[in-house]
């Protein structure tokens, strides 16, 4: 909660232009996020991996799921409830386990880039730091 606070004060006292407002109110969002997911893993996900049932609960669909490669993991995670998807190859996949869709993956680059182009042409954010990195260093700029 302090963190979403700090981001509440740094959008209230800082002149902003357009490019510096999207950045602050998507760190807030982040931030809010971050708390909201916690939660719910604490009061959701966490009983429910450490007690694991015998048959999958519905998946939720406020969660977004994951991405996993280890098999234990996945099979955690798909009786928890949560929607996860098993990235590997097909000879490594268990007979025993329930596979609803294979998916070819496909790698979008134009997502991000055509939000913040001017006349198609991009201009990225400027880095925020430079210089050795450390656990301040990198809390901040994430």
């Known amino acids: 909660m302090a963190s979403a606070q700090h981001e509440v004060t740094r959008l209230r006292h800082h002149p902003l232009i357009f490019r510096d407002l999207v950045v602050f109110v998507a760190q807030l969002q982040r931030t809010l996020l971050d708390i909201h997911a916690l939660l719910d893993y604490i009061e959701i996900l966490h009983p429910l991996l450490t007690d694991p049932r015998s048959k999958p609960v519905g ?15 996945c099979e955690c995670l798909y009786f928890a409830g949560v929607s996860v998807w098993l990235v590997c190859y097909e000879d490594f996949i268990p007979p025993t386990m329930n596979i609803v869709l294979l998916v070819q993956l496909t790698f979008p680059d134009n997502i991000v880039r055509a939000m913040y182009s001017e006349n198609r042409v991009a201009k990225p954010f400027l880095s925020i730091y430079r210089g050795p990195g450390s656990v301040p260093h990198h809390w901040h700029t994430h």
């Open 59 to 73: 998946a939720n669909p406020t969660w977004m799921g994951c991405f996993t490669k280890c098999t234990e993991t």
